[in-house]
């Protein structure tokens, strides 16, 4: 007895220690935020070059991505191994690696082949000689064959059941009606799809649709706000071909203006077409942040009405 409750708890605590193992890596994922930071120079009348770059868990899972002199250049790594990659020596180094392997299982291959070739040979060679014994020869010459092959015959049967076949062809007229058919069942979908819009439009006016866009717009600058770098340094020049454009950026530049006014500025050029600049960031982002969004949105009573509509 005493033997089985040690067994029980040793399992017991064994899955209790996997279960928080388990916890563990899923707050890990959830908690732990994905760092990112970029750089990005721009002077007026020349190339632009831009640096990004992210990393996670003590940059246990690393990547960095970069456009210079009109060439991109990207970079991951696991745990300090590169995986992926532009660079020309890496890619050198993994075309040779791949090239060694093909020519170790090529030459595996014709390793393994040798002995069965030489196993057919002698079993060839023995096939010849019994054939060319005088026995064999007799054998052959006396006993016909059972089986008799008449291609005349075995033709004629196939032009018979082509025949057979092009006279059960279904005829033009059902073909016609059979398409006929299909069109209207398209046509009809069509229409029942038509319905079914209007008929949610009209329930989402009903469920008063200003209180979804209020909804959409707070949800929508939540993840803005931490999504957005929580460092931003330098500047930016622009203008474009309509003025209104320009105005549209700067109104929409002033949203985010006491967030980051004290370093950074952003001045609008009426006046004519440009861009430059030089800027810096740095943020993060949390999946968790992500789950608990979607939390919220499912308590709303208006979202889970909006969802069984859709359905």
């Not at 299982?105 to 010849?128: I, M, W």
């Not at 038509?194 to 959409?216: H, M």
């Amino acid at each position: 007895m005493a033997t089985f409750l040690s067994i029980l708890l040793l399992i017991l605590k064994i899955i209790g220690i996997l279960l928080l193992l388990i916890l563990a890596l899923i707050c890990i994922i959830l908690l732990v935020p994905v760092r990112y930071g970029f750089e990005l120079s721009a002077p007026e009348g020349e190339q632009i070059s831009a640096e990004a770059d992210i990393g996670w868990l003590l940059r246990l899972i690393s990547g960095r991505i970069g456009y210079l002199e009109k060439n991109l250049n990207y970079d991951v790594k696991i745990l300090g191994f590169r995986i992926m990659s532009n660079d020309p020596v890496y890619l050198e180094k993994k075309k040779q690696k791949k090239s060694d392997k093909k020519k170790k299982e090529k030459e595996e291959q014709e390793k393994e082949s040798l002995p069965s070739e030489e196993v057919q040979s002698v079993e060839v060679s023995e096939t010849y000689e019994e054939a060319d014994s005088p026995e064999a020869s007799e054998v052959t010459e006396e006993s016909p064959s059972s089986v008799e092959y008449h291609p005349a015959r075995n033709y004629a049967d196939e032009e018979k059941a082509i025949r057979e076949h092009k006279e059960e062809k279904v005829p033009v007229s059902e073909r016609i009606a059979s398409v006929i058919d299909k069109i209207k069942g398209i046509g009809s979908r069509i229409s029942d799809g038509i319905d079914r819009v209007i008929s949610l439009k009209e329930t989402l006016e009903e469920y008063e649709i200003a209180k979804l866009l209020v909804i959409g717009k707070d949800t929508l600058l939540a993840v803005l706000h931490h999504v957005l770098p929580r460092q931003l340094k330098g500047w930016i020049l622009y203008g474009f071909d309509d003025p209104s454009l320009t105005g549209y950026v700067a109104a929409l530049g002033a949203v985010f203006y006491p967030r980051y006014y004290k370093n950074f500025s952003l001045e609008p050029d009426f006046q004519r077409v440009c861009f430059a600049g030089y800027c810096k960031g740095r943020g993060r982002i949390r999946l968790g942040f992500f789950l608990l969004i979607f939390i919220k949105l499912l308590l709303k009573k208006e979202v889970r009405r909006l969802l069984h509509l859709l359905k």
